[in-house]
């Protein structure tokens, strides 16, 4: 909703033009004229003036006093006041403020509602009431909720019909009084009919039957949650998970029976729904029947069926050594059986869990775990190249068995953290050990010219081609010894001439996760992405938070497009669900072996929400490069200005997408 503000010359006038969300809005007045703009109110004048919006609001909420984030949208409205009447009386000046009140409703889409939305209680000192004629697919709740922003609203919950019934007209009626005096309007709204909806009984039909992108509803019993989903089964043993906003992960506990509705889906090898448009809690306290599998040997996790659909969700007892590395800016925890790593604690897990199991670092610890997904590119720091299996973690402190490692175990699992191969570029350290300590480095002939190390530092040269060699590393920990070979590749210096390497072409900061890069290739000849990355820098930091490695190779005048696996308008070449989810006031960083070659924003700098104006912006907009330019912005410090390479298009643009062409 917009909150406005009403008018008075002589007597009240009102006027108001409805939009997207909900924020405080005042007026400035002329002689002619009226102007709304989005600023503070400071007026006992104010009415709220409203927009309806839907929003995706649980049924669960609705007969509690709750709070409900809106987000604010800037308007200007022109009001001629030139054609007021002046002379009225105060029962006409009433009954004038009650139908400009009414007028200031509009409830969006009302002619093809799928999802519940909110209508509003009050608007200033005129109160309003609802009505449905059909509260079976448009049910008002009895009590009102409190926005975030301090507003008082009903609650709409709209459930569509099946494709059978179709589409129903529903009639709202809306009382709008002040004093003794009151005012009708009735709103008509049209439900829209949920056309390919398809139901399953069990879960296990469900998987073999949905096909991508199928609206499908399903129930289950809760039995393990994350930050942006939870785990359900059926009484077959059946699995599903449930992608969803950490707000309605909220709303359900372990044990509850619930039934969802949303898109059919996946990630990696993961299928889900999402995008839920329902959310029911059907029971709660459910006793569960939990089919754990114990694996004697942890690192048969390694060797269960990717493919298999009904795997995800399975919950395995593992023994094995936590790890904590810092990625970026965050701490991921791995989980290893020796020295061979067995999976990832997805770090979307529950964060005290997280807390709980890094306790137990460099400890043997037998843990519960459920199978999340096979993350097929890697996104390891250790071996980025090398799949990995992400589990989440759940438990507490209590749901933890530690036991007692012997040395040669405690230098295996040291040992594990070590990478086998490495690039270099700017720089190299060894990761620091949870047991063990380097007694003996020794690099190999072919890169010693490049790569030195004294004081447990290492120093680098960058050869003018690349090169190959090795480094030789031996840990012990107290009797316990054995050495490593580490392949090392050292790259090659790369001179940045703007213009002459591969740049970003398109960057879309869209809804929810419609997050899109893509990046062209100007030059005459074939490149090697895996020579590539691309740095985030998030809320202003000057060390980068996270950090992709392309893949695969790029023609010359192609374009490759990186997307986040949530998205739903466009699918691109490569999958990225760290860096590429973004948001307006972060920086990004192409890099050419460690090389700086393009950049959008300013590292170091937090802007607030977007670098730019209302009119070309980095946030809630599609940006394409200027096709006169050929190259990408190597100073990624100094003071950011899209306008000057970039042009603007609306949010959720995808059009251009795909291709790229340069004058």
């Known amino acids: 909703m917009i909150q406005k503000r009403w008018i008075f010359s002589l007597l009240l006038v009102a006027f108001v033009f409805a939009l997207f969300a909900c924020d405080r809005v005042t007026t400035s007045t002329t002689n002619v004229s009226t102007t709304v703009s989005t600023t503070a109110i400071s007026s006992d004048t104010t009415v709220l003036t409203t927009m309806i919006t839907t929003l995706p609001i649980s049924t669960t909420e609705a007969t509690t006093a709750t709070t409900v984030d809106t987000t604010a949208t800037t308007a200007t ?189 996946f990630y990696h090898t993961l299928f889900q729904v999402k995008t839920l448009t329902e959310q029911v809690i059907l029971n709660s306290n459910n006793p569960l029947n939990l089919n754990k599998i114990v694996l004697t040997d942890a690192s048969d996790l390694l060797l269960i069926d990717k493919t298999d659909k009904l795997l995800n969700g399975q919950i395995y007892t593992i023994t094995v050594t936590p790890t904590l590395l810092m990625q970026a800016s965050f701490q991921t925890i791995y989980l290893f059986d020796g020295s061979t790593r067995v999976a990832t604690v997805y770090y979307g897990s529950i964060s005290d869990s997280q807390v709980a199991l890094s306790q137990f670092a460099g400890q043997k610890v037998t843990i519960d775990v459920v199978f999340y997904t096979y993350y097929e590119s890697g996104s390891s720091i250790l071996d980025p190249a090398i799949p990995e299996f992400w589990v989440t973690f759940d438990g507490g402190a209590d749901d933890i068995v530690a036991e007692t490692m012997t040395d040669a175990e405690k230098l295996a699992m040291g040992m594990g953290q070590i990478p086998s191969s490495i690039e270099v570029t700017t720089s190299l350290t060894l990761p620091t050990l949870v047991y063990g300590a380097y007694t003996n480095v020794t690099i190999s002939p072919e ?81 090697n992405l895996s020579e590539y990355t691309l740095e985030l820098y998030t809320n202003g930091a000057s060390a980068a938070s996270k950090t992709m490695t392309l893949s695969g190779v790029l023609a010359p005048g192609s374009v490759i497009v990186i997307y986040n696996g949530q998205s739903t308008l466009y699918t691109g070449n490569i999958v990225n669900n760290t860096v590429i989810n973004y948001n307006g006031d972060d920086a990004l960083v192409l890099k050419h072996n460690g090389e700086i070659i393009d950049s959008i924003g300013q590292v170091g700098f937090d802007p607030g929400d977007f670098w730019g104006t209302e009119t070309i912006k980095t946030q809630n907009m599609t940006l394409v490069r200027m096709r006169s330019m050929t190259g990408g912005d190597i100073d990624p410090y100094d003071v950011y200005d899209p306008s000057a390479q970039w042009i603007a298009y609306p949010q959720n643009t995808v059009t251009y997408l795909g291709s790229h062409t340069v004058d």
Request: hydrophobic letters at 40%; a negative charge.
């Open 447 to 527: 890169i010693s010219d490049y790569l030195s190390y004294l004081s447990n530092t290492f120093s680098v040269v960058r050869p003018e081609s690349d090169t190959s060699g090795t480094i030789s590393v031996t840990v012990a920990y107290n009797d316990e010894s054995e050495t490593l070979v580490i392949d090392v590749l050292m790259k090659a210096v790369v001179v940045v001439i703007p213009g002459d390497d591969i740049f970003i072409s398109e960057y879309i900061e869209g809804s929810n996760y419609e997050k899109y890069i893509e990046i062209y290739n100007s030059l005459s000849e074939t490149v």
């Open 77 to 265: 409205t022109t009001v001629d006041t030139t054609a007021v009447t002046t002379t009225v009386s105060t029962e006409d000046a009433v009954q004038t403020l009650l139908v400009n009140a009414s007028n200031a409703v509009l409830i969006t889409d009302s002619d093809s509602l799928t999802t519940s939305f909110v209508l509003p209680a009050e608007i200033g000192d005129t109160t309003v009431t609802w009505a449905s004629n059909n509260s079976e697919y448009i049910n008002i709740a009895d009590t009102v909720i409190l926005t975030s922003g301090g507003f008082f609203v009903y609650q709409a919950t709209v459930k569509q019909p099946s494709e059978t019934v179709g589409n129903v007209t529903v009639t709202l009626t809306a009382t709008f009084a002040y004093g003794e005096a009151t005012y009708e309007k009735q709103f008509i709204c049209r439900v829209r009919a949920e056309f390919g909806l398809s139901t399953y009984s069990t879960l296990t039909d469900l998987h073999e039957s949905a096909a991508l992108n199928d609206l499908v509803t399903a129930s289950g019993f809760v039995y393990s949650k994350y930050a942006y989903g939870y785990f359900i089964m059926d009484a077959s043993g059946a699995f599903l998970n449930v992608y969803t906003t950490p707000e309605n992960v909220a709303l359900v506990n372990v044990g509850d029976e619930v039934r969802v509705k949303g898109t059919y889906y």
